[in-house]
């Protein structure tokens, strides 16, 4: 079964960084893609960006470009997220999910709740 | 900007049959945007329930079915649960890597 575990929960200052990672298990993890995907309090579900590990490639929601780095290393199946600049605003819970080439998401991580407070 | 409109909120009785959408504010949906479903519950990550337009996920009851309604992607609730209420969330693909979400339905059943 394929299992995502994510890291733990992080507390940072307004314009620093944050890594979040996130360990696929159970599956072939270069032939699909590792989305991340951004949840405010009380708010929608919102795409972050995308990584193809067998690839590479990495894809970015216009509004992060520029501030994130999604990055992945096939060797400990593990994917990143790095949100730099951090504001308030960015205080959310990060999901990863695996997903297609065509952006359907089969299996997500437990998310990871980043506070961003002076 | 395109942006994938869904109902903000939408209500059915215990038994009863709901059609959520999912659409754009610039042109139609089609397959070629492989529509998917997520339902969310409070504090839990989403669940997937569609993808491919139609194909269910494992597991999810065959109550739920996809489609294109129109120029909409479409989910169907069949005999509507209790346990159904809960947020419901479309992605589409937009080509080049791309994906969006919809705003969301926060489903009622009462």
């Known amino acids: 079964q394929v299992q995502l575990v994510q890291s733990e929960a992080e507390v940072k200052k307004p314009g620093s960084s944050v890594k979040v990672s996130c360990k696929a298990s159970?599956?072939?993890?270069?032939?699909?893609?590792v989305n991340w995907v951004r949840q405010a309090p009380g708010q929608g579900l919102e795409w972050v960006g995308r990584i193809i590990p067998g690839a590479d490639i990495p894809n970015y929601a216009q509004r992060f470009r520029g501030r994130v780095t999604i990055t992945a290393d096939k060797s400990s199946t593990t994917a990143y997220m790095e949100l730099r600049s951090l504001r308030s605003d960015d205080t959310a819970v990060f999901y990863c999910?695996?997903?297609?080439?065509?952006?359907?998401?089969?299996?997500w991580g437990q998310g990871t709740l980043v506070t961003v407070s002076s | 900007q395109t942006v994938v409109t869904q109902e903000p909120s939408f209500s059915v009785s215990p038994g009863g049959t709901v059609t959520l959408t999912c659409g754009l504010t610039s042109g139609s949906v089609s397959t070629t945007h492989y529509p998917s479903w997520y339902q969310q519950t409070p504090g839990q990550a989403p669940r997937t329930l569609i993808y491919?337009?139609?194909t269910r996920s494992s597991g999810v009851p065959d109550r739920f079915s996809g489609s294109i309604l129109g120029n909409k992607a479409a989910l169907t609730i069949t005999g509507a649960q209790a346990d159904d209420e809960a947020d419901y969330y479309c992605v589409l693909y937009m080509g080049s890597g791309n994906v969006i979400f919809g705003g969301g339905t926060k489903l009622t059943v009462l």
């Open positions: 999910a695996r997903g297609s080439l065509y952006g359907d998401l089969d299996f």
């Open positions: 491919s337009t139609n």
């Open positions: 159970g599956g072939t993890f270069s032939s699909y893609t």
